[in-house]
T-cell receptor, first 112, second 112 residues
Framework: QKEVEQNSGPLSVPEGAIASLNCTYSDRGSQSFFWYRQYSGKSPELIMSIYSNGDKEDGRFTAQLNKASQYVSLLIRDSQPSDSATYLCAVKAAGTASKLTFGTGTRLQVTL | DVKVTQSSRYLVKRTGEKVFLECVQDMDHENMFWYRQDPGLGLRLIYFSYDVKMKEKGDIPEGYSVSREKKERFSLILESASTNQTSMYLC???????????FGPGTRLLVL
């Protein structure tokens, strides 16, 4: 079983719609959760971090964390073509010093 | 803004060559990481360091070594490059317990 799982996609949404990206993790003791965006041929860039249950909003992005169900999600409102990228979920599990475990990413396509 | 730089964007090497990849960060971060990224496999941690002259093996350290002589610089060494080390190599750094990692632009290495 993979430690951090994401649907590889592609997830296709029309411009202006809400994109919903999901991630599940296996270690119940995980403490810190991150969403990164990666454009093709580029390096990952941080979008959001979340540490406690509930929602965290930053502009068009909302991260949602449910530790009891072991999932974290990212909502992108008013999706734009420039949001087309691969979104990586990363989790810091308990007892792993500063290490993050990454999912393989979900490719998002925002269509005109 | 955090800045992480890597010595090369593209490298072509021959099998058996010794390869040095350098990473420098300018934000006084304690933690530095080397990953490789391959299609379908996601980001995999090779080595990380949480202090000068300290290093820890990641998930796939075989065939690699690292050096951290100064806080801002973390080098990845391929002692004898092989074709299966053709990959995108990403360096990252982080500060403190929150573990938000910031990535460099990446080095695409081709071993012939």
């Amino acid at each position: 079983q993979k430690e951090v799982e994401q649907n590889s996609g592609p997830l296709s949404v029309p411009e202006g719609a809400i994109a919903s990206l999901n991630c599940t993790y296996s270690d119940r003791g995980s403490q810190s959760f991150f969403w990164y965006r990666q454009y093709s041929g580029k390096s990952p860039e941080l979008i959001m971090s979340i540490y406690s249950n509930g929602d965290k909003e930053d502009g068009r992005f909302t991260a949602q964390l449910n530790k009891a169900s072991q999932y974290v999600s990212l909502l992108i409102r008013d999706s734009q073509p420039s949001d087309s990228a691969t979104y990586l979920c990363a989790v810091k599990a308990a007892g792993t010093a500063s290490k993050l475990t990454f999912g393989t990413g979900t490719r998002l396509q925002v269509t005109l | 803004d955090v800045k992480v730089t890597q010595s090369s964007r593209y490298l072509v090497k021959r099998t058996g060559e010794k390869v040095f990849l350098e990473c420098v960060q300018d934000m006084d971060h304690e933690n530095m990481f080397w990953y490789r990224q391959d299609p379908g496999l996601g980001l995999r941690l090779i080595y990380f360091s949480y202090d000068v002259k300290m290093k820890e093996k990641g998930d796939i350290p075989e065939g690699y070594s690292v050096s951290r002589e100064k806080k801002e610089r973390f080098s990845l060494i391929l002692e004898s490059a092989s074709t299966n080390q053709t990959s995108m190599y990403l360096c990252a750094s982080s500060l403190g317990w929150r573990e938000t990692q910031y990535f460099g632009p990446g080095t695409r290495l081709l071993v012939l």
